[in-house]
């Protein structure tokens, strides 16, 4: 007796038959036919798991966790254009509110709590767009200072040191700028104002100073360095302005030291940029620049287009964008104002402080920034333990954490150090986790160094 009853057929296919399991999916042309929706999900899915765990990267600055709701809220508007300002009016209302906030927080002057045009700034794809514009800004204001006093226009420079960010070395190149770089030495990882007094002259279109460098989260001595241009300026020298470089650092010293004076309080400082994507704590893409005062940016370097419907002032190297990352960043905001970020921020630097406390009692471990600046701590090999920063970082990766191991910058290459960085999603459990990942990693560098000396000399 037959049953004539039959189960759909996907409820009886395995979860990998046909061309899914037995063809690769071509990688360097687009494939001649379809692929179903589900199978080609599962493809590009699997082939991520390649990938590492991006919340045990502790390399990247850049965010890897956020709230579901912002998940949520991102994902629905990830089809709105952010240039599209006329169609999505409630998106550009949101992305002012954020630039006004952003340029409180840094205490930028004139500003209104209730008129929305009283701050000056942009939101852009990270600080990379952000340094670019702040540059465009100098260079511009510089050569109109230059061209009323009848002077020539032909060699600007800007002044910054060898740990900047690959992206002003880009903007150098890009806008015919010479970056006169100020060199670093074991020991000493910031610029120096001794350093910024001899390196500026009249053609300096100003100085770069970093709040939360790259290679061991220092800060740069702000105030220090824009006494020393005033001193100049007083004695007839250069009148040099400053940016600030606090890609990293901007989200956090606000919260855990209030009372550094880096920012607009120090009348030196023209320009500020920021990532919403590092310690802002939205996923990857949204950065702003802010300025002093409308003064600082040149009306030369704002466009106006209708072609989208409404007259729109625009200052972007960059045109369309999702709007999702502004949402992102305005969820932040609203979420944890002021109260929630030092929590956040509080929490980080205790881990940071934490993890430098128990790699500094391992032997031949010495810490050059243990996070009390912002959450990211530096240490490097001394002595001769037969191992190096790049060995550590190699067996780490084996235990699923990712810690970079590289050189330091001009005139210091001979020290090499391991970074850690402490983002929103890395819980103390995992710190300690990694704490004694590093510990297992060393004992079993050193034991392995030993047994091979020893069998060496027998």
């Given at each position: 007796?037959?049953?004539?009853?039959?189960?759909?057929?996907?409820?009886?296919?395995?979860?990998?038959?046909?061309?899914?399991?037995?063809?690769?999916?071509?990688?360097?042309?687009?494939?001649?036919?379809?692929?179903?929706?589900?199978?080609?999900?599962?493809?590009?899915?699997?082939?991520?798991?390649?990938?590492?765990?991006?919340?045990?990267?502790?390399?990247?600055?850049?965010?890897?966790?956020?709230?579901?709701?912002?998940?949520?809220?991102?994902?629905?508007?990830?089809?709105?254009?952010?240039?599209?300002?006329?169609?999505?009016?409630?998106?550009?209302?949101?992305?002012?509110?954020?630039?006004?906030?952003?340029?409180?927080?840094?205490?930028?002057?004139?500003?209104?709590?209730?008129?929305?045009?009283?701050?000056?700034?942009?939101?852009?794809?990270?600080?990379?767009?952000?340094?670019?514009?702040?540059?465009?800004?100098l260079k511009w204001r510089w050569r109109a200072a230059r061209r009323a006093a009848g002077?020539?226009?032909?060699?600007?420079?800007?002044?910054?040191?060898?740990?900047?960010?690959?992206?002003?070395?880009?903007?150098?190149?890009?806008?015919?700028?010479?970056?006169?770089?100020?060199?670093?030495?074991?020991?000493?990882?910031?610029?120096?104002?001794?350093?910024?007094?001899?390196?500026?002259?009249?053609?300096?279109?100003?100085?770069?100073?970093?709040?939360?460098?790259?290679?061991?989260?220092?800060?740069?001595?702000?105030?220090?360095?824009?006494?020393?241009?005033?001193?100049?300026?007083?004695?007839?020298?250069?009148?040099?302005?400053?940016?600030?470089?606090?890609?990293?650092?901007?989200?956090?010293?606000?919260?855990?030291?209030?009372?550094?004076?880096?920012?607009?309080?120090?009348?030196?400082?023209?320009?500020?940029?920021?990532?919403?994507?590092?310690?802002?704590?939205?996923?990857?893409?949204?950065?702003?620049?802010?300025?002093?005062?409308?003064?600082?940016?040149?009306?030369?370097?704002?466009?106006?287009?209708?072609?989208?419907?409404?007259?729109?002032?625009?200052?972007?190297?960059?045109?369309?964008?999702?709007?999702?990352?502004?949402?992102?960043?305005?969820?932040?905001?609203?979420?944890?104002?002021?109260?929630?970020?030092?929590?956040?921020?509080?929490?980080?630097?205790?881990?940071?402080?934490?993890?430098?406390?128990?790699?500094?009692?391992?032997?031949?471990?010495?810490?050059?920034?243990?996070?009390?600046?912002?959450?990211v701590l530096s240490f490097e090999v001394v002595g001769d333990p037969g191992f190096t920063?790049?060995?550590?970082?190699?067996?780490?990766?084996?235990?699923?954490?990712?810690?970079?191991?590289?050189?330091?910058p001009a005139n210091a290459e001979d020290v090499a150090v391991l970074r850690i960085v402490?983002?929103?999603?890395?819980?103390?459990?995992?710190?300690?986790?990694?704490?004694?990942?590093?510990?297992?990693?060393?004992?079993?560098?050193?034991?392995?160094?030993?047994?091979?000396?020893?069998?060496?000399?027998?």
């Amino acid at each position: 007796m037959s049953n004539n009853f039959a189960a759909p057929a996907e409820t009886l296919a395995p979860a990998y038959t046909g061309r899914l399991g037995t063809d690769p999916i071509p990688a360097l042309r687009m494939p001649k036919a379809e692929t179903e929706p589900e199978a080609a999900y599962r493809f590009i899915h699997d082939e991520l798991m390649l990938d590492g765990s991006s919340r045990l990267n502790l390399a990247t600055f850049v965010t890897t966790w956020m709230d579901p709701q912002a998940d949520r809220l991102m994902a629905e508007t990830f089809d709105k254009n952010m240039i599209d300002k006329d169609e999505y009016p409630a998106t550009a209302e949101i992305e002012t509110r954020c630039v006004n906030m952003v340029a409180a927080l840094f205490n930028a002057e004139g500003l209104s709590e209730t008129d929305p045009t009283s701050a000056t700034g942009v939101s852009t794809v990270g600080s990379s767009e952000a340094v670019m514009l702040a540059g465009l800004a100098l260079k511009w204001r510089w050569r109109a200072a230059r061209r009323a006093a009848g002077k020539d226009t032909d060699r600007p420079n800007l002044v910054l040191g060898s740990n900047v960010q690959v992206v002003w070395e880009k903007f150098c190149r890009y806008f015919d700028v010479e970056p006169k770089y100020l060199p670093m030495e074991k020991g000493r990882y910031v610029i120096t104002p001794e350093q910024v007094r001899e390196a500026v002259d009249e053609n300096t279109i100003g100085v770069v100073a970093i709040l939360g460098t790259t290679f061991t989260g220092e800060l740069e001595p702000v105030a220090e360095i824009a006494a020393t241009l005033d001193e100049l300026a007083a004695a007839g020298g250069p009148d040099v302005p400053m940016h600030v470089d606090a890609a990293s650092g901007g989200f956090v010293v606000p919260f855990l030291h209030p009372e550094l004076e880096w920012d607009f309080r120090i009348p030196r400082v023209v320009s500020i940029n920021v990532s919403g994507h590092k310690y802002g704590m939205t996923y990857p893409g949204i950065g702003f620049v802010v300025w002093r005062s409308k003064e600082h940016l040149p009306e030369d370097l704002v466009f106006r287009v209708n072609y989208l419907g409404g007259d729109m002032p625009t200052f972007t190297l960059n045109f369309s964008r999702s709007g999702n990352q502004v949402v992102g960043q305005y969820y932040n905001f609203v979420r944890l104002g002021v109260a929630g970020y030092t929590q956040i921020m509080e929490s980080l630097r205790d881990t940071a402080l934490m993890l430098s406390s128990e790699i500094s009692k391992i032997d031949n471990m010495e810490i050059i920034t243990d996070g009390s600046a912002i959450p990211v701590l530096s240490f490097e090999v001394v002595g001769d333990p037969g191992f190096t920063v790049f060995d550590i970082s190699h067996e780490l990766r084996a235990r699923g954490f990712q810690v970079p191991a590289y050189t330091m910058p001009a005139n210091a290459e001979d020290v090499a150090v391991l970074r850690i960085v402490l983002r929103e999603g890395f819980s103390r459990d995992l710190a300690w986790k990694l704490v004694v990942a590093i510990k297992d990693v060393i004992g079993r560098l050193r034991a392995g160094n030993e047994h091979a000396a020893q069998a060496f000399s027998h």
